[in-house]
């Protein structure tokens, strides 16, 4: 499959899921219900009130999230020069649960609607959480000036079971009554998703993308050895920060809107390594924020029908895809060793 082919793949299968996740749910929509809706405004109050209050910012958070574990999980594969690197597995996003939910410790109860400022004060609490598990880990898997990635890969796991139990603790002392909808939050959900929380991650997440998109190259070279790099004056130093910065903003707003959520990071950039060829990797980075959307969109509307009227966290949808993928990896390094 050549490269333009893989990235019409891509826009096609997202269009059709976009469309299936506003058409389908609890009081389905015709299609031409649903067409003369979003471009005419023309239906009943009712039918205009779903679509536009609930499933249209429910659909384009589960797009920004999916952007965001997709090009995070890419990021820190490339960084690492690991292709199982994840936020989750790093324990990077049970850091940034960490440092959300001990705001809202602080703050005394939890609130789904923020001013401004305690949005921002949110993403920075959460930015501590994400620099602070990913600073532990760097600390205890360098040795003798060298990433030992195994470690890296093995701390991150404890990493993250550790600030995961500091995340059970402190959401038990929040307010009795709102610990159930942190408890939902944090096992993966955007159903309570509003305009609001929409716009609060577009003006991270947007400018983050831009960034990445125009300095994507950089991203690339890093694949190479630091000494390579360092002959050609290239900083790999500045380089590798300025991207680690980059993905802990990715998985502090997806964090943020819709909790832990595993996975993603792991499966998108392995697929879409399958569909674009190495040596042209034009386009790549468009088909990986349509994989992640597409992907983010299927298991939402999955969670959501399955077992309506109750939904199934995002996070064990993910698990369900995830968890075979864990296995095919182990099942194919051993078949190398054994060769």
Known sequence: MRNYQALLLSIGMFIVLFFVA????????????????????????????????????RVLSACLVGIC??????????????TIADSGILGVSS?????????????????????????????????IGAFSALSLNLILSISHRKLSMFRFILNGIGIGSGFSALVT??????????????????????????WEKVVDMGAWVLPSLTLLFIFYPKLSLLRFSDTHLETIGFSTT?????????????????????????????LVPALTRLMFFKKQQ???????????????????????????????????????????YLFYLFLGQRKEQQK
Do not use: H
């Open 22 to 57: 506003l058409k389908v749910g609890t009081i389905s929509m015709s299609i031409s219900e649903l067409f003369n809706l979003l471009f005419f405004q023309k239906g009943t109050k009712e039918a205009s009130l779903i679509l536009f209050a609930f499933r249209l910012p």
């Open 69 to 82: 574990l997709s090009v995070s999980g890419d990021i820190l594969q490339k960084i690492t020069r690991n």
């Open 95 to 127: 850091g940034v649960a960490f440092g959300a939910v001990f705001y809202f410790f602080l703050l005394g109860n939890y609130q789904t609607s923020l001013s401004a400022f305690q949005s921002i004060s949110l993403m920075s609490f959460g930015l």
């Open 169 to 194: 603790f402190f959401s038990l002392k929040i307010n009795a009554d709102d610990y159930s909808r942190v408890n939902t939050w944090l096992q993966g959900s955007i159903s309570q998703v509003n």
């Open 238 to 266: 500045f380089w590798r920060v300025f991207f680690i910065v980059l993905a802990a903003i990715f998985i502090c707003a997806s964090v943020l809107t819709a909790g832990t959520i595993g996975f993603v990071g792991l």
């Open 282 to 324: 034009k386009g790549y980075l468009y088909g990986l924020c349509f994989n992640g959307m597409t992907l983010l969109l299927f298991c939402d509307l999955c969670s959501k029908m399955l077992f309506t009227p109750n939904e199934l966290p995002l996070n064990a949808m993910m698990g369900l895809l995830g968890i075979p």
